[in-house]
């Protein structure tokens, strides 16, 4: 029996509903409008069920169902369900980037629950933006919340053989840029490759997110990654249901779930899973969000803690649907041991420790021990020099290991375009020790940093067996992808970051041990060149991208709006 804090009357929607005034007759009238009565609202809670779903996202092309098992929950445990779309951010199709608006879904799921009479919220959703822009609009208006993973669609088939999400199609690109692949093979596989609805399902963003807000305590036990398609899907999502009211009579709001433990548990876990480097952006966001100060120093420590365990694509061999069948994310949390912070207190009323303690590895290759990983150190490392004074950050185990330390001539692209129009010219002077630089590609200059930061391998030396290069940018990269990338320069090139100023020819050096990325130019060049840089004109001149422009923060800040961060509380809504 669960532990009631609130009354009746203290529930947000009582100043809507329950009072008798002109105001709440006008908001009752309404709702039995729609054919509801005192039965419907009475004096339960009002659970808002922010729904992602769309028809242009094939990764929460479920959640329309989905949306009706966390109602049935609601209404046993006597609540009262009312679902409010969002915008859908759908990775594959909106341009120039999801990245651009995630902080917009962030700022509506905040004013949706805000605005409305909700007392506790469901959040559904999964495709990389979507968990950070829904949980960092939660956080911020502070009600109770549960958030629901859309969860990994099925593992792909392609003449018998699994097929990743991202990885593959990369790694297959080259091969058919090799002449190894034929037109019908490549067909065949966009044939196999998505054939259930869910998320991606190799170690991308979204995998990685929904992992990250599970490890935050913010989902029910294990939920992060249960395949889209598997029938404990729906049931986790009626269990939301249930659990939510729950929490509003206990008034478990996420100020007291989020802790700096709870988010050290988070990076624990992403570093563990060899987790997509969009990660480092999004968890410092919601970390200040919750008034926790997060810098990338803080994952460069853990880094060296903890070694990937989880066999993953693309670090590693396996897919999210192997992983949750090997036990899943409680169980990884299990397998890191003291690592792992017990004390946390999660969204089901019990602590991180008490819902990890009876897990158990069922498949030891895919969720691997501590003594026995697949790479010794954490997924990602942090990058600092004279190229990135704010730091830039690297997957080393997604890397060839001849690359992790280098040294090499640059050869620069002044933005995505100049790079797509040169990079696969037979008289490109490259080899494969060039280091590739891209221009231009970070939150203002992309704009929003898009997943530019595989730059490619130029064909000339695909042709010749080179997979993998030292390849630099202010842009960010899918978690799907692999590759020496180095990414999320910061100060970014558009704002006249050093990376502006590297020239064609210029030396790079990367040390991952020493965690160095040095431009091999003097300082009095480089400040002739600094003097000598002019600034593009801004990308909008108007709408939301305007704003965009104007507010967005740097990567090592998360990309938040300076107005979104944590500051001055916004004070509920006046109903008159
Ligand atoms: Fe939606 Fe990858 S495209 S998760």
């Known amino acids: 029996m669960t532990e009631r804090r609130k009354k009746s009357e203290d529930l947000r929607s009582y100043k809507w509903f329950g009072v008798q005034d002109l105001r709440a007759f006008g908001h009752r009238s309404r709702l039995r409008q729609m054919g509801y009565d005192e039965g419907d609202w009475g004096k339960r809670p009002i659970i808002g069920i922010i729904n992602t779903w769309s028809d242009i996202n094939s990764c929460h092309a479920h959640l329309r169902e989905r949306a009706q098992d966390v109602k049935r929950g609601i209404l046993q445990s006597g609540g009262f369900p009312l679902e409010m779309p969002a915008i859908s951010l759908a990775e594959p199709f909106q341009k120039p980037s999801t990245m651009l608006y995630r902080n917009l879904l962030a700022m509506e799921t905040e004013e949706l629950l805000r605005s409305y009479p909700i007392d506790g919220a469901v959040l559904l959703g999964g495709c990389d933006k979507t968990t950070p822009g829904l949980v960092m609009g939660a956080i911020s208006m502070g009600i109770p919340f549960i958030f629901c993973p859309a969860g990994p669609m099925l593992r792909g088939n392609w003449r018998g053989e699994a097929l990743g999400s991202g990885s593959d199609v990369w790694k297959y690109w080259d091969e058919k840029r090799a002449g190894k692949i034929t037109e019908e093979q490549w067909e065949q596989m966009e044939n196999g490759i998505a054939r259930s609805f869910g998320t991606c399902m190799t170690m991308g963003t979204a995998v990685s997110m929904m992992s990250v807000a599970e490890a935050l305590g913010l989902t029910l036990p294990n939920a992060a990654l249960i395949p889209a398609a598997d029938a404990n899907h729906p049931r986790m999502m009626t269990h939301a249901g249930r659990r939510v009211v729950d929490m509003v009579w206990e008034d478990l709001t996420p100020d007291k779930i989020i802790s700096a433990a709870a988010v050290d548990n988070a990076i624990m876990v992403h570093m563990a899973l060899g987790g997509s480097t969009n990660v480092m952006i999004h968890l ?117 290991a001849r690359l992790r330390k280098h040294r090499g001539k640059a050869v620069v692209f002044r933005d995505y375009n100049h790079m797509a129009a040169e990079i696969d010219r037979d008289d490109l002077d490259v080899t494969a020790d060039s280091v590739i630089v891209l221009q231009n590609a970070g939150p203002k200059g992309g704009p929003g940093m898009p997943e530019w930061g595989m730059l490619p391998i130029p064909r000339k030396l695909v042709k010749q067996g080179v997979r993998d290069m030292v390849r630099i940018s202010d842009a960010r990269m899918s978690g799907t992808s692999y590759g020496a990338c180095i990414l999320h320069v910061s100060p970014e090139s558009f704002v006249g970051g050093p990376l502006a100023l590297v020239k064609t020819g210029d030396e790079i050096e990367v040390d991952i041990e020493k965690r160095l990325l040095h431009l091999h130019v003097s300082d009095a060049e480089l400040e002739k060149r600094r003097k000598a840089w002019k600034a593009l004109p801004p990308r909008y001149e108007r709408g939301y991208g305007r704003m965009y422009q104007e507010h967005i923060g740097q990567a090592d800040d998360g990309c938040d709006f300076d107005f979104l961060e944590q500051g001055a509380p916004v004070p509920e809504p006046e109903i008159h």
């Open 284 to 400: 410092i966001a919601m970390a200040r969000r919750a008034g926790i100060a997060l810098s990338l120093e803080r994952f460069d420590q853990i880094s060296r803690e903890v070694p990937v365990i989880a066999n993953i694509r693309p670090s590693g061999k396996y897919l999210a649907e192997d992983f949750f069948y090997a036990g899943g994310l409680t169980a990884l949390m299990k397998e890191l041991g003291s690592k792992i912070n017990g004390t946390p207190m999660t969204v089901n009323g019990r602590t991180m420790g008490e819902n990890i303690a009876g897990a158990e590895v069922f498949n030891t290759d895919v969720i691997r021990s501590l003594k026995n990983p697949i790479y010794g150190e954490g997924g990602t490392a942090v990058l600092k020099g004279n190229l990135a004074p704010r730091g830039a950050i690297m997957k080393p185990s997604a890397a060839e």
